[in-house]
Nanobody
């Protein structure tokens, strides 16, 4: 079974930091792109950060998180991270991991995790 699982969410005070982890498992032959999305209550899901594996590992961020969030990947552990610093109350949301991958014997698939809650509050 191929899946992605997020972890690392929690309650943090404004100005604090969190690191989210996304672990991929299963017969993933190759990874094209890895993304972090978030969805706040009553709002649409938005793309927060991307890492383009098939394009040499370049990254892209939403304007709202530039300079505060860093997306990275450890290919040896099949894991992706989102380091979040200088957190603000408006960063409160459920954060989702998304992986655009090629699954052996199946083909290209768009995988989603179940989400992890991040709450920024004093």
């Amino acid at each position: 079974q191929v899946e992605v699982v997020e972890s690392g969410g929690g309650l943090v005070q404004p100005g604090g930091s969190l690191r989210l982890t996304c672990a991929t498992s299963g017969r993933i032959f190759s990874i094209y792109n890895l993304n972090w999305y978030r969805q706040a209550p009553g709002k649409q899901r938005e793309l927060v950060a991307s890492i383009f594996i098939s394009s040499g590992g370049s990254t892209k961020y939403a304007d709202s998180v530039k300079g505060r969030f860093t997306i990275s990947r450890d290919s040896t552990k099949n894991t992706m991270y989102l380091q979040m610093n200088s957190l603000k109350p408006e960063d409160t949301a459920v954060y989702f991991c998304n992986a655009d991958v090629f699954v052996a014997g199946v083909g290209r698939r768009d995988l989603w995790g179940q989400g992890t809650q991040v709450t920024i509050s004093s």
